[in-house]
């Protein structure tokens, strides 16, 4: 898949499931309940152990219906053990020069966690595709209102502080996507289901 159908795909729905699974069978339950509320873009944190194995099982069990990729990524390390292992997109909780070096030269979506305005501008200047504000409940939606002022051209994605409750103002103020944790993945496949349909229903509200 090319880069920019990948980045396509998770702007198109707005919404990145952000897992943490204990084991392949847990993810798989997760990514189907997701998947049938319209949510097909799944991050598997490195913070658990063997998470290499378990994105390698996603792609080989779902292909190219779920966009699978590598979260809580820290070095180019671990990057390109993701990618090696069928990630389709990078997301660390901070910006990392090597790691953005490394997936330009593999042509691999990278999202880099940032807070302050210079860390954007470093992390655009050397291609991070989209800037994860993170933590973004230390902030909240209005937040995004102030980046987009000096940086209009920012691609931004909150993760942290995202709910059904305030979705739609991340949105409204400018973000491409959401990623959204224990809000959208904790409950049964029934209720992670339910969950999903609505926050891909109010991100197309919100984009109206």
């Not at 396509?8 to 392949?24: F, H, L, P, S």
Request: with cysteine; charged share 25%; glycine share 10%.
């Amino acid at each position: 898949m090319k880069k920019f159908e990948t980045l396509k795909r998770i702007q198109d729905v707005g919404v990145v499931a952000v897992v943490r699974a204990e084991n392949e069978e847990k993810a798989k339950n997760i990514a189907y309940a997701c998947m049938n509320g319209g949510i097909d873009s799944i991050e598997i944190a490195f913070t658990v152990p063997g998470a290499h194995k378990v994105i390698e099982a996603l792609v080989e069990e779902f292909g190219e219906r779920l966009l699978v990729g590598a979260g809580t990524v820290l070095d180019s390390e671990t990057a390109r053990i993701a990618i090696l292992s069928g990630a389709k997109y990078i997301v660390s909780p901070a910006f990392d020069l090597d790691t953005a070096k490394l997936c330009n030269r593999y042509q691999i979506p990278y999202m880099s966690g940032c807070m302050t305005i210079t860390e954007m501008i470093q992390a655009m200047e050397v291609g991070v595709d989209i800037i994860k504000v993170f933590p973004g409940s230390a902030f909240g939606p209005s937040f995004i209102k102030a980046i987009k002022g000096p940086l209009p051209q920012a691609n931004l994605m909150p993760t942290g502080g995202v709910s059904l409750e305030n979705v739609d103002q991340w949105i409204k103020n400018g973000c491409i996507a959401v990623g959204v944790g224990g809000a959208l993945t904790k409950g049964s496949k029934e209720e992670i289901t339910e969950t999903a349909k609505q926050f891909v229903g109010k991100v197309k509200e919100a984009r109206k």
